[in-house]
């Protein structure tokens, strides 16, 4: 039986797809009586199939090597194609982690989406989410990968696009996919130059041959390039971020799965490619040079929003940045271990900003404030999810920091001082963000706010839960270090900069003599990270202004020049067309006398030229 679950982990992935097409009769309206709610359930209990199948999965797979599981697809005129998986402790754990948010946003979504008229297309497009999110967690193939991709980059836009009626929601939606489309058309390029090069896309073979591999510099220097443009558009990170930030104009529910997990699977692919990219110094180095700037920039520019879910979301930006410096500077496990911190602490985070939403009806931070006693079940999720998101208590992202820090210690000590000045930033925005929100007077929008019903607060307590039992896991895992060679100095400092952006968000926003939100002194500094270090507007006027310029000018020379020569040519012929009829007269001598003088003419013709 355990062989059984084994050799089916095929399986898990594919509940998801099935929940969701089993929603399609309610989701185009063939089913109207029952309305759209035995469509989410039947959702709800495909993911229940999957995590009950995971939790299976791992436990027989805890103590065995790694297990690679070949499906065949196509095998004709000696081409063979076929999926290849891998069963191992850590992509079954990645399955559970997927699967267990996917439950708790759906759960949480049979509330929050109750009144939607569209419920239905909602939760087809989070099981295609799911679906192909644990297909990306158990491949060993570079080729399903990518196409597991393009399903994400597809249920990203119909999830941002959902309420299309709003133009500013078509507008997120469109940037989404097309920037995402940038980064996997380069992606593409690189996997079709792999593939060439190495003979494989398995993940196991590429990792083999990467350790024989001798590539010109400049080949495996655009080999890596080109891998790690498509984990940039899927992580947002720079220069391709800015649809992170507009697509929270979706769903909250969606957003709690994007801001988790979705983002983390361009990551996780990197994680996969990372021994190819080990055969670039120049790829390594942007790795770490791109995710600095976003960890950095992100975090300066969240501390300047007044969209709550915007705020939000450009940590997460910052902390996938992390993430890609550890990649880059080739520290694997820490990568993993962030990515599992970082999505419970920002699915806690987003639990919370959707039960604020739902109960004040605004996204403006300059409109809440005194919600702590209202709605203290909401305010224990933000709490919770703020310190996981920090280094102030021992649980969530700060023994994933801690790791970080250790292999960067004597390495690379000016990386650590990027960790700590982000994990201040971070700690500052989150306590500007809880000021705002939950502490305070009470706004016209948040004095008759209640806590939010049953159904939503289940969810989000027991997130809160498993986020408390975190350090548990890791040490059941033997992920935490020993007291004995615990750096005590690397603690010290990452709770200092926690507490220090703590204290100064409270003093802050905290003190009843300033005015909500506190601008900065410097109203240009202030500008500056309100709009995204104005990469919008240079974007408009390099790239889009090219683009434009060049459209302009081919549509002038398709419609003057190659209209206008076939136009000329249609013209001619049929003036002459027009002439000759008339020449056509029926008299036999007439011709014969055209012909004659035709002979003539190229005679004459001939004898000048000689």
């Known amino acids: 039986m355990a062989q059984f679950f084994l050799e089916t982990s095929w399986w898990v992935p594919c509940y998801g797809l099935v929940g969701a097409l089993l929603t399609l009769p309610w989701a185009i309206g063939l089913i109207r009586r029952t309305g759209p709610r035995p469509a989410a359930y039947f959702n709800v209990l495909m993911t229940v199939f999957s995590l009950v199948h995971g939790l299976i999965v791992l436990q027989q797979i805890w103590y065995q090597p790694p297990q690679q599981l070949t499906l065949p697809w196509l095998d004709a005129a000696g081409f063979h194609l076929s999926f290849e998986l891998e069963v ?18 759906q759960l949480y979504s049979l509330a929050y989406m109750e009144q939607d008229w569209a419920m239905a297309r909602f939760y087809a497009l989070m099981g295609f989410f799911e679906g192909a999110m644990s297909g990306l967690a158990l491949s060993n193939s570079l080729f399903l990968s990518y196409a597991l991709l393009e399903m994400l980059t597809l249920s990203t836009y119909l999830l941002v696009g959902f309420w299309y009626a709003q133009p500013l929601v078509v507008t997120a939606a469109r940037d989404a996919f097309w920037t995402k489309r940038v980064g996997d058309l380069i992606l593409l390029m690189g996997v079709v130059a792999l593939s060439s090069l190495a003979g494989s896309l398995n993940f196991s073979d590429l990792a083999e041959w990467a350790k024989t591999a001798e590539l010109a510099p400049q080949t495996a220097a655009l080999v890596g390039l080109a891998l790690i443009a498509g984990p940039t558009g899927k992580c947002a990170q720079f220069p391709l971020h800015l649809w992170l930030d507009e697509a929270m104009e979706g769903p909250n529910p969606a957003s709690i799965l994007r801001n988790s997990v979705v983002v983390a699977c361009g990551a996780w692919v990197l994680i996969k490619l990372q021994p190819v990219l080990a055969l670039s110094p120049l790829a390594l180095t942007t790795l770490v040079v791109l995710g600095t700037m976003t960890a950095v920039g992100a ?149 008759r706010a209640l806590e939010t019903p049953w159904p939503i607060a289940v969810p989000m307590v027991s997130l809160i839960v498993i986020g408390l039992l975190v350090p548990l896991m890791l040490r059941q895992w033997q992920l935490l270090p020993d007291w004995q060679t615990l750096n005590w100095q690397a603690v010290v400092l990452l709770v200092a900069a926690s507490a220090v952006g703590c204290v100064m968000g409270s003093a802050l926003y905290l003190r009843p003599t300033h005015a909500q939100p506190v601008h900065l002194n410097w109203r240009s500094l202030q500008n500056l990270f309100a709009y995204d270090f104005y990469i919008e507007r240079l974007y408009r006027l390099s790239v889009v202004w090219w683009v434009d310029r060049t459209a302009r000018v081919t549509a002038w020379v398709d419609r003057y020049v190659l209209d206008g020569l076939v136009n000329f040519i249609g013209l001619a012929s049929l003036f002459s067309g027009e002439s000759l009829k008339y020449t056509a007269s029926g008299r036999s001598q007439f011709y014969l006398l055209t012909i004659c003088l035709g002979v003539v003419f190229l005679g004459f013709l001939v004898s000048w030229a000689e």
């Open 299 to 447: 975090s300066l520019v969240a501390i300047a929003q007044v969209d709550l879910k915007r705020a939000l979301s450009h940590s997460t930006s910052a902390h996938l940045g992390l993430v890609f410096v550890a990649v880059g500077m080739q520290q694997t496990e820490a990568a993993l271990l962030f990515l599992f911190t970082h999505a419970i602490a920002k699915a806690l985070l987003f639990l919370s900003t959707g039960s604020v939403m739902m109960n004040t009806f605004t996204q403006d931070l300059t409109e809440m404030g005194g919600l702590a006693s209202r709605m203290p079940a909401t305010t224990t999720a933000f709490l919770v999810g703020a310190a996981m998101a920090t280094s102030l208590l021992p649980i969530g992202c700060f023994w994933s920091m801690l790791q970080w820090a250790n292999d960067f210690w004597t390495t690379a000590p000016g990386l650590v001082g990027v960790l700590l000045l982000v994990n201040g930033l971070t700690a500052f925005s989150l306590t500007r963000v809880f000021c705002l929100v939950f502490a305070g007077q009470p706004q016209p929008k948040t004095r």
């Open 88 to 105: 191992s402790p850590v992509t079954a754990g990645a399955v559970i982690v997927v699967t267990v948010l996917s439950l708790i946003a």
